[in-house]
């Protein structure tokens, strides 16, 4: 294989900057979705601080121009970003990372293995990842999207309680809220300070439903990627003692009210832990579903057998 690229340690916010104007120009194209959104980013980068950005390989030319990025998530599950101009190169960026980011099977499975997300859509990483002997797992993360443009509801917020942007006050009741229900990664409030310093972050758009007491029920980050007039949310949930009572769907609402006076023209939103295409839709699906969010498409898991030998071999860095 012919050599093209260098891999190096992420550097400084001018590689982050780079990053985010690859994931940026790629979102230009309505029909395709990618991950991580901008707003994906800076989430990650805000949860996983220093050790995110220590995990993060630049991926550039011989030339030494940034075209993306390659960094393990959750499981050792491989993110990898390139811009559209060079996908041709996640070739030689899959052939690097099998020599490091191998390990043993995950789930019922036997053997050392790698994996790597990718979405069916995206044909170019598809064929070579089957090309690369990679086959495609049943885990996945929905991609849902909405179009703001259409018609959309008024939101009916239930009686005793208001939906308006966070406050510094809010902080530590949200922190205890998105612990309980935004996932695998917990929150604090050193960490929360810290998303709030995001390129991409605006408190207007951070928002939280709160009971006649004042007390953080539910809650939403939205961000807005206004090159490209769409936005995301990530993460978004409501207290458990505060469920089924329509905050969720009335709180989508709202923000999609938001999101189109602010210039906005599609909302889109994620969601992870989905282990089989076969499993009945969950509280979670049921909701975004219900408010008309369309299925734009799956992003699976890509797994390969990878022998121990051929992932400890020739793991200097690269020059």
Not at 12 to 31: G, M, Q, V, W
Not at 185 to 201: A, D, G, H, V
Not at 219 to 226: H, T
Request: hydrophobic share 35%; glycine share 8%; with cysteine.
């Amino acid at each position: 294989m012919t050599v093209r690229l260098r891999f190096r340690p992420y550097a400084d916010e001018s590689d982050y900057t780079a990053l985010r104007s690859i994931i940026i120009r790629k979102f230009a194209d309505p029909k395709r979705r990618f991950y991580p959104s901008p707003g994906d980013l800076d989430y990650n980068r805000s949860f996983g601080g220093d050790a995110f950005l220590e995990k993060l390989t630049i991926c550039e030319t011989q030339g030494g121009v940034v075209i993306g990025a390659v960094w393990p998530g959750h499981y050792r599950i491989l993110y990898c970003v390139t811009d559209l101009e060079h996908a041709d190169l996640e070739d030689e960026i899959f052939d690097w990372a099998e020599r490091r980011y191998s390990g043993p099977s995950l789930g019922d499975r036997a053997g050392e293995e790698v994996y790597i997300w990718g979405y069916p859509e995206d044909t170019v990483r598809s064929k070579i990842l089957r090309d690369r002997g990679y086959t495609r797992h049943t885990w996945y993360m929905y991609s849902g999207v909405i179009d703001l443009k259409s018609a959309i509801p008024e939101p009916q917020i239930p009686n005793g309680y208001t939906v308006r942007p966070i406050q510094p006050a809010d902080l530590p009741q949200k922190v205890a809220v998105m612990s309980g229900s935004a996932g695998l990664t917990e929150p604090n409030t050193e960490i929360y300070n810290r998303l709030m310093t995001s390129p991409t972050y605006e408190q207007e758009l951070d928002l939280i439903v709160v009971d006649e007491n004042d007390q953080v029920a539910g809650f939403a980050n939205v961000w807005q990627d206004k090159q490209n007039n769409i936005a995301i949310i990530e993460p978004f949930g409501t207290a458990e003692a505060h469920r089924r009572k329509g905050l969720a769907t009335n709180l989508l609402y709202d923000i999609m009210h938001r999101l189109k006076g602010r210039g906005s023209d599609k909302l889109y939103i994620n969601h992870g832990g989905m282990w089989t295409l076969d499993t009945a839709p969950d509280d979670a699906m049921r909701v975004y579903n219900k408010v008309g969010f369309q299925e734009l498409g799956k992003m699976f898991v890509w797994c390969k057998p990878c022998s121990h030998h051929d992932a400890q071999e020739n793991t200097e860095a690269d020059t």
